[in-house]
Nanobody, 112 residues
């Protein structure tokens, strides 16, 4: 069974930055598309960013220009660099290994 462990969530002021990490195990990481999703209280889980095995990326419009997804296949790790954070970015952030493996989530809280 695939295991995904996220870290890096924190409380940060608006305008600040955070980097989330997700370490994968029990998976052929290098050929797996990875993604970050988030879920705010009372809202559905939504896509934040994805990255293919070839490094092609896709972002939600709300985070374009502020967030960057990347991967290190040697470390079985996918990252989400989040800059210029806004209060509306507050959510639990989940790592996804395509198609349907999920981590436990890490809380990101942005104060105004």
């Amino acid at each position: 069974q695939v295991q995904l462990v996220e870290s890096g969530g924190d409380l940060v002021q608006a305008g600040g930055s955070l980097r989330l990490s997700c370490v994968a195990s029990r998976i052929i990481f290098s050929i797996t598309a990875m993604g970050w999703y988030r879920q705010a209280p009372g809202k559905q889980r939504e896509l934040v960013a994805t990255i293919t095995r070839y490094g092609l990326t896709n972002y939600a419009d709300s985070v374009k220009g502020r967030f960057t997804i990347s991967r290190d296949n040697a470390k079985n790790t996918v990252y989400l660099q989040m800059n210029s954070l806004k209060p509306e970015d507050t959510a639990v952030y989940y790592c996804n290994a395509y198609p349907n493996s999920w981590g436990q989530g890490t809380q990101v809280t942005v104060s105004s």
